[in-house]
């Protein structure tokens, strides 16, 4: 099973919106409604913002969203903000006792 | 309040046993259809899932670790354990565990709680 898919890096200035792809295959994103989403901080743990590709938890800020299209989940950041600069991380349920989860490479978030 | 935290060695030797312990608080492993997980990030790098533990104690490992790896856990203690063989300096990473939460039918497949992470270093 391989990591899925995510652009290295991706940017955007105070207010933007930036959306981050997620591509995985039928056997894991494409296969379930079981994609979440995970910021992480320089030496922090991470922590949820999206699951169950769109819904956020208590405390999520509205301005992150999520949605999928096939393989490719995608996670939105609308009015970007200074404290938003940190790495995302996707994860989707691959449906097997041998590979229960799936990772992202990762995705840097810089504001600009 | 919800809490988990990781504990093991900071420095282990080529070819030999990791074992880390996980402690949960403020919920009970015992609850239906919840479980943690054990995730790994070498220094850089992405994350990588390594084994789940249901509340039913059913297991579930890694294709490409499952020889080497085992997890187990202890309810009365409040504790998920997993144990790694023969670490190699590529094991070196920040190991975390990981919640996911009580389904009312079904079990839910995400993290909402993550320990602070230990740092391993494989090294001789």
């Known amino acids: 099973q391989s990591a899925l898919t995510q652009p290295r890096s991706v940017s955007g200035s105070p207010g933007q919106s930036v959306t981050i792809s997620c591509t995985g295959t039928?056997?894991?994103?494409?296969?379930?409604?079981?994609v979440s989403w995970y910021q992480q901080h320089p030496g922090k743990a991470p922590k949820l913002m999206i699951y169950d590709v769109s819904k956020r938890p208590s405390g999520v800020p509205d301005r992150f969203s999520g949605s999928k299209s096939g393989n490719t989940a995608s996670l939105t950041i609308s009015g970007l903000q200074a404290e938003d600069e940190a790495d995302y991380y996707c994860c989707s349920y691959a449906g097997s006792y041998t590979f229960l989860y799936v990772f992202g490479t990762g995705t840097k978030v810089t504001v600009l | 309040q919800v809490t988990l935290k990781e504990s093991g060695p900071v420095l282990v030797k080529p070819t030999e046993t990791l074992t880390l312990t996980c402690t949960v608080s403020g919920f009970s492993l015992s609850n239906a259809r919840m479980g943690v997980s054990w995730i790994r990030q070498p220094p850089g790098k992405a994350l990588e899932w390594l084994a789940h533990i249901f509340s039913n104690d059913e297991k579930s490992y890694s294709t490409s670790l499952k020889s080497r790896l085992t997890i187990s856990k202890d309810t009365s203690k409040s504790q998920v354990v997993l144990t790694m063989t023969n670490m190699d300096p590529v094991d070196t990473a920040t190991y975390y565990c990981?919640?996911?939460?009580?389904?009312?039918?079904?079990?839910?497949?995400?993290?909402?709680?993550w320990g602070q992470g230990t740092l391993v270093t494989v090294s001789s």
């Open positions: 039928s056997s894991d994103v494409g296969g379930y409604n079981y």
């Open positions: 990981a919640r996911t939460p009580q389904g009312a039918t079904t079990p839910r497949w995400y993290f909402d709680y």
